[in-house]
C-alpha cells in the first residue's frame, strides 16, 4: 500500500485523533521490561511519542518517505524508512535484532500491511517471553444525529473506491487475524477487539479534512469523481451548525493486544 496516503499526507495529519495518553501507560505496565520499542506504519509519529514516554528507545518506521518528512523529532524516537523492497533480514537487524523488542505497536495502520509477512517479522523480534504487540484503529467521529446520519450517506458513497483491505478497519478489527496468546487483563484478544473511546474537539474544516483523509475519498478523486462535491460540503456545514462551530466528538477505538505464542 505504498504511496496510499501520500497524496493526502496533511489531510490526514491535521485531522485525524490524539490517542489517549493512558493507552500508552495501559501497554507499558504489560511488559516487564522498556528497553525498545518498534511502531509500524508510524506516519508522522503520533504513536511513537506517546510510546517514547515509557521505553528508552523507540524505533519508528514507515514505507512513506511523505510520511516520515513530517515526523515529529523526539530525542527517544528513530524514523526510519523501510521500503517494501527491503529484505526481512535488514528489517530485523535495523530494529535491534531477535528477541529485542519490547513493545510492537501498530496504529490505524495494520490493515493495510501483508500480514503473511508482518507477523513472522513479530515472532521474530519480539522478546521472548515478555513482549508485546498492540494494534489498534478507530471509527467516528461520532458528532450529532443530523451530522452522522449525513456522514453515513457519504461513507456509502465511498464504498466503490475502498480497498479490500480496509474492511478489516470498518468491522473494527473483530475480522482482522491476529495469531497472538491474549495478555488478558481486558486488552483484547483476535475477534474480540477492546473498545476505547477518544474524545475530541473538533472544528467544521477538521471534520472535512477528516473526510478528504480517507483512502477512498483519495483514490475517487484519482478517478475523476470528486465525492465532496461542494452540495455535499453545503450539507455538512448545515447540519454543523456553521463553519465556526467547534462540537465535542467522539472517536471509537478499537485495540487488540498479545504476545508470541510458545
Same mark, same amino acid.
Given at each position: 500500500m505504498a504511496g496510499l496516503f501520500d497524496k493526502q499526507v496533511e489531510d490526514y495529519l491535521d485531522a485525524?485523533?490524539?490517542?489517549?495518553?493512558?493507552?500508552?501507560?495501559?501497554?507499558?505496565?504489560?511488559?516487564?521490561?522498556?528497553?525498545?520499542a518498534w511502531d509500524v506504519g508510524?506516519?508522522?509519529g503520533q504513536a511513537a511519542l506517546g510510546v517514547a514516554e515509557h521505553y528508552e528507545q523507540v524505533i519508528a518506521t514507515d514505507i512513506s518517505e511523505a510520511q516520515l518528512k513530517r515526523a515529529i523529532p523526539h530525542s527517544r524516537v528513530k524514523y526510519l524508512h523501510t521500503p517494501l523492497s527491503l529484505p526481512e533480514e535488514e528489517v530485523v537487524k535495523l530494529i535491534g535484532g531477535e528477541c529485542s523488542v519490547d513493545l510492537i505497536t501498530v496504529a490505524q495502520a495494520v490493515h493495510w500491511?501483508?500480514?503473511?509477512?508482518?507477523?513472522?517479522?513479530?515472532? %521474530?523480534?519480539? &522478546? &521472548?517471553?515478555?513482549?508485546?504487540i498492540a494494534v489498534w484503529t478507530y471509527k467516528g467521529p461520532t458528532v450529532s444525529p443530523a451530522v452522522d446520519s449525513l456522514t453515513q450517506r457519504f461513507y456509502f458513497t465511498t464504498l466503490p473506491f475502498w480497498n479490500e483491505?480496509?474492511?478489516?478497519?470498518?468491522?473494527?478489527?473483530?475480522?482482522?487475524?491476529?495469531?497472538?496468546?491474549s495478555v488478558g487483563l481486558g486488552m483484547g484478544s483476535e475477534g474480540h477487539p477492546v473498545s476505547l473511546d477518544?474524545? &475530541? &474537539?473538533?472544528?467544521?474544516? /477538521?471534520?472535512?479534512?477528516?473526510? %478528504?483523509?480517507w483512502s477512498a475519498v483519495a483514490t475517487a478523486k484519482d478517478k475523476g469523481v470528486h465525492l465532496l462535491s461542494e452540495e455535499v460540503v453545503k450539507e455538512f456545514e448545515t447540519?454543523? /451548525? /456553521?463553519?465556526e462551530v467547534i462540537a465535542s466528538v467522539t472517536y471509537k477505538g478499537f485495540m487488540l493486544a498479545g504476545k508470541v505464542k510458545l
Open positions: 485525524r485523533p490524539n490517542y489517549p495518553l493512558q493507552w500508552y501507560s495501559m501497554l507499558a505496565a504489560l511488559t516487564p521490561h522498556h528497553a525498545l508510524t506516519g508522522n500491511f501483508d500480514l503473511s509477512t508482518f507477523y513472522p517479522l513479530v515472532n %521474530r523480534l519480539l &522478546k &521472548k517471553p515478555g513482549g508485546v483491505r480496509a474492511q478489516n478497519a470498518v468491522d473494527g478489527y473483530k475480522t482482522l487475524p491476529f495469531p497472538f496468546e477518544m474524545e &475530541k &474537539k473538533l472544528s467544521f474544516e /477538521g471534520f472535512l479534512r477528516m473526510l %478528504r483523509s447540519a454543523w /451548525g /456553521g463553519r
